[in-house]
């Protein structure tokens, strides 16, 4: 084996140990946050405070802290030697379609949100850099699935699960911008959809998208991302759930946290 192969198979596996404890880290990130969601709002919408820095507009804020896990992996694709494998291109196809949506989409439609605080922003930002590198990287360079994964089982319901979850998620956004009418203020009580049965449809939504994600890719990234995306939003579901409560005496009670009939 020459010198220059061996440098080429060192840095092979020196990478991809570093992306399993990057995704290590992150479910390190996803407890932390978990923990300390319990006693500190997220400030974000309406639960913005100047104390975590100057408002950065809602729409610019989103487009901008999303833009690079829509760019990471679309650059990584385009700079590879070789055509990846079917499942390859799928997975990355799921993963670049939420983040076009959430990038070039989801932020013109926001109807006079309210400034992201600039910590919220920033953290937003580095986690979006972090978390593109870690899924475009492990897919582009390093995921090798048989020729027939796509054909299997984990695969194709994983697949299902993502879609299902993309479409909650969309759907259940569409009701939170829609829930005033053209010049009224203040807040009100979701109706439609999950929202019937829990108060973060939204979130629950996002969750099992990226649940299925992780089914369809059975790798440690997508694996650590999932986890991450529950322990997060779940907190947020729970914020938002305490929040309803506190805000609205008619808001109802059997109405769940996040899964329905259950939590």
């Known amino acids: 084996m020459s ?3 061996l440098e080429t198979v060192l840095q092979t596996v020196d990478e991809k140990e570093l992306l399993d404890l990057l995704s290590g880290f992150m479910v390190l990130m996803g407890i932390v946050s978990y923990v300390a969601l319990r006693w500190i709002q997220l400030p974000y919408g309406r639960y913005s ?5 100057f408002p950065v507009p809602a729409r610019l804020a989103w487009f901008l802290q999303e833009l690079p896990s829509l760019c990471l992996p679309i650059i990584l694709l385009l700079c590879l030697p070789r055509t990846p494998s079917l499942p390859q291109l799928i997975l990355l196809g799921a993963f670049i379609a939420h983040y076009t949506h959430r990038t070039l989409i989801f932020p013109f439609l926001i109807r006079g949100g309210k400034p992201t605080p600039f910590i919220s922003f920033a953290l937003a930002l580095i986690f979006c850099i972090y978390n593109g590198y870690l899924q475009g990287r492990y897919l582009c360079n390093y995921a090798d699935y048989s020729s027939d994964w796509t054909t299997e089982p984990f695969f194709i319901i994983g697949l299902s699960l993502w879609f299902i979850g993309l479409v909650i998620n969309i759907h259940s956004d569409h009701i ?6 053209p010049g009224e203020t ?3 009580i979701p109706r ?3 929202f019937e049965y829990v108060s973060g449809a939204n979130f629950l939504g996002e969750i099992i998208e990226w ?10 990234q997508s694996a650590a991302f999932a986890l991450f995306t529950f322990l997060v939003l779940c907190s947020r579901a729970q914020q938002h759930h305490r929040w309803y409560l506190e805000k609205f005496e008619d808001y109802p009670k059997s109405r769940k946290i996040l899964i329905p009939f259950l939590y």
Not at 49 to 53: K, Y
Not at 176 to 181: E, G, H, Y
């Open 3 to 5: 010198s220059q192969t």
């Open 49 to 53: 405070s100047p104390a975590f820095g």
């Open 176 to 181: 939170l911008r829609n829930l005033r009418k």
């Open 186 to 188: 203040g807040y009100k």
């Open 192 to 194: 439609g959809g999950l």
């Open 211 to 220: 649940s299925g994600f992780a089914l369809a890719g059975w790798s440690t």
